[in-house]
């Protein structure tokens, strides 16, 4: 939930709320509601870090691609921007072995959270990876990063605070941009920096 216009504070301020029988209660910990059921060693998904207004979200992205029967393939997006998945379905095709244009292509943003967040391209983009490879990512692992027409990953904002959230999880190993100088990363966390969508197939499958 978010306020157009606040009269005590910032429109930047998010609240997280779910709907019990006793009206609207506030989630104090959000991602422990979006990654509650996630399934382990499951091919297509992926973890991201997002940022809406002040707030950073831990959540899982899901893709699924199979065969199409039909001579044109079939893209559904619920949460993500349609438009914007052709985009990065595009940049697969041509930057990756893997094209989809014989694939019906399935994108899901799980927990029913609507992202506008340029950093989910790349885990999009490995999600969409990890379908076609029939691979799974390792649970420990999140992917975030922009990614632009030309295949090149680029930072996104307030990546400070986006890996001291992925690292208060648990989590062990983040792929994402280069880290700008000055921004202090969490001793516990791994990071794996990348330039490119090419680069991306062997850091994310390096465990197979």
Do not use: W
Not at 111 to 116: Q, R, S, V
């Amino acid at each position: 939930m978010r306020a157009p216009k606040n009269r005590f504070g910032s429109t930047l301020e998010v609240g997280v709320f779910e709907m019990r029988g006793s009206g609207l209660q506030a989630l104090s910990n959000p991602a422990e509601f979006f990654l509650a059921e996630r399934a382990l060693d499951t091919q297509g998904s992926v973890i991201t870090a997002l940022r809406d207004g002040v707030r950073n979200f831990v959540l899982e992205i899901q893709v699924l691609t199979v065969k199409t029967n039909f001579g044109q393939p079939r893209r559904t997006s619920h949460g993500f921007d349609l438009s914007k998945f052709h985009l990065l379905l595009a940049v697969v095709a041509k930057f990756t072995p893997f094209t989809c244009e014989q694939h019906d292509a399935y994108l899901n943003i799980v927990g029913g959270l609507k992202i506008t967040d340029p950093a989910a391209d790349l885990a999009i983009v490995a999600a969409v990876l990890s379908s076609r490879l029939e691979k799974e990512i390792p649970t420990d692992t999140v992917v975030l990063g922009e990614v632009g027409l030309s295949g090149e990953v680029r930072r996104v904002q307030q990546l400070d605070a986006r890996l001291i959230e992925i690292d208060k999880l648990g989590f062990k190993r983040v792929i994402c941009p280069n880290v700008p100088k000055g921004v202090e990363t969490p001793k516990g966390l791994e990071i794996k920096s990348i330039k490119s969508v090419a680069q991306l197939i062997p850091v994310l499958f390096s465990n197979h």
